[in-house]
């Protein structure tokens, strides 16, 4: 297959090396005999990469000394005894569908920067080992597939900030690689995904016409071991279905939603961004990962970073800086700004509610997740630093329990104290959520077996 080459950069070489699952009656393997019951029949990821400050979020620690305390307050949610801070205000009101996991760690080094903690976080592997290992969105669209056929099974929205290269295909064919929307950002109405149309000049009729044209032709593909076999025929008609499916493109487009819709989750990227998340699911979308930050517009001067690596002047109401001061936290704004920590409360918390109206919650599994957190200490720029020895997640959805918190960590927030927890854990709930048998191996193209999160145990807490 890699013999085939495009001159233009369009959609079929997309689809052809970038993600697309050949038609689900060749490569889709549905949940396996022999695992756990699935209760997931798709996955959300919400990936806020940087390095989100657990004790300013959802592990508040009143304890603290002074000097190294979050400025916000806890705030009590609506499921009694369990508090978040005030950036999470609007997220509080849906504790009740929610699991927070406080014991997050890692036990190994290796995984303390960004590239190499986002790497684990989307692979739940420690870089390092002896292969490159894929995404788990990546080895869930290649075990499963999805049951959408006109969208790629593992999308990233919108996949281009620096660390949003840390996505891996690994040994995996190129069919399970991540597609991402692009766009720095969806809230402008001229936003699209580009190379989703046909070449200037053929229309739509003129393009099956062509296609028709190699109707007889059925050049096998000689199948790699314990692969499917795949045909030229199967490839062609995936991409046909993808260029001139009308679905296709209105996946990518909010004209069908509500201005309340569309209001609730925030008309600032962040919001516009979780929305699609949340309309690629609804398709059938398999894996959906968004990985988003506010752009620099007229409305942040100053702000051109804007992740969560908050390594100076955190607690500003305004920009951090523009000047390399040496801690390397220039170019975001305080954790609670609006476009930091206010847009990302509001979507959560809107995201959670819509998906459960619309019966989505119930079949989907909802993470939200960081690379690591953020340390217990202030630095002397009044800054946080990266921190792996404590910090949170949050799981929902697929039979997750709402209004539960695991794990624990001390009155600083630096180390965790009970139910410890790790990436490696969360891979493997994720598998099982899905229903993926992972006593089964997946092989690489030297037949060399890989288990799935083989360092991880799934979640008990959470089926």
């Excluded at 993600?19 to 490569?27: D, P």
């Excluded at 062609?236 to 309340?260: C, I, M, V």
């Excluded at 801690?327 to 476009?339: L, T």
Aim: aromatic share 8%; net charge neutral; glycine share 12%.
């Amino acid at each position: 297959m890699t013999a085939l080459r495009y001159q233009r950069r369009s959609f079929i070489g997309l689809g052809l090396a970038g993600g697309l699952s050949i038609r689900t009656a060749i490569s889709a393997r549905a949940a396996e005999s022999g695992g756990r019951t699935p209760q997931a029949k798709n996955v959300l990821v919400i990936l806020e990469q940087g390095g989100l400050s657990h004790m300013d979020t959802w592990d508040p620690k009143t304890e603290a000394v002074v000097e190294h305390r979050s400025p916000f307050k806890p705030v009590s949610t609506v499921v009694p005894g369990v508090q978040f801070t005030s950036l999470l205000s609007k997220t509080a009101r849906v504790a009740d569908r929610l699991t927070v996991i406080r014991g997050m760690h890692h036990t190994k080094s290796g995984a303390n920067g960004h590239p190499q903690g986002t790497q684990y976080a989307l692979s739940g592997e420690m870089p390092g080992g002896p292969l490159e290992m894929p995404d788990i969105g990546s080895i869930v669209a290649h075990r499963m597939a999805s049951k959408c056929d006109y969208l790629p099974p593992y999308i990233m929205v919108p996949g281009n900030h620096e660390q949003a290269k840390e996505a891996r295909v690994g040994f995996l064919p190129a069919s399970a690689k991540v597609f991402k929307t692009g766009g720095s950002d969806l809230s402008d109405p001229d936003w699209k995904v580009n190379d989703l149309g046909l070449m200037a000049g053929i229309d739509r009729r003129r393009f099956l016409d062509r296609r028709d044209l190699l109707s007889n032709l059925n050049v096998g593909v000689a199948p790699a071991k314990r692969d499917p076999v795949r045909t030229f025929t199967d490839l062609s008609q995936q991409a046909a279905d993808l260029l001139t499916n009308p679905l296709t493109q209105q996946a990518f487009q909010f004209g069908d939603e509500s201005d309340a819709v569309r209001d609730k989750y925030g008309r600032g990227h962040r919001g516009q961004c979780y929305l699609l998340g949340r309309r690629l699911i609804e398709r059938g979308v398999r894996f959906v990962t968004v990985d988003v930050r506010e752009p620099l517009s007229k409305d942040t001067p100053g702000g051109f970073n804007m992740n969560w690596d908050h390594h100076d002047y955190i607690y500003n109401k305004g920009s951090c800086g523009t000047v390399r001061n040496g801690a390397g936290g220039e170019g975001r704004y305080g954790i609670g700004h609006w476009v930091m920590m206010g847009s990302t409360d509001q979507a959560f918390a809107a995201l959670i509610e819509d998906m459960d109206e619309r019966g989505l919650l119930d079949e989907t599994l909802v993470a939200f997740v960081s690379e690591f957190g953020r340390t217990p200490k202030l630095n002397r720029f009044q800054g946080r630093d990266h921190w792996v020895n404590a910090y949170s997640i949050a799981l929902a959805g697929a039979g997750v329990p709402g209004g539960q918190v695991l794990g624990s960590s001390d009155r600083d927030g630096g180390y965790v104290t009970s139910r410890a927890t790790t990436p490696d854990d969360y891979a493997a709930t994720i598998y099982e959520k899905l229903g993926l048998d992972r006593t089964k191996p997946i092989y690489t193209p030297s037949n060399r077996p890989v288990f799935l999160a083989h360092n991880g145990t799934a979640i008990e807490e959470v089926f």
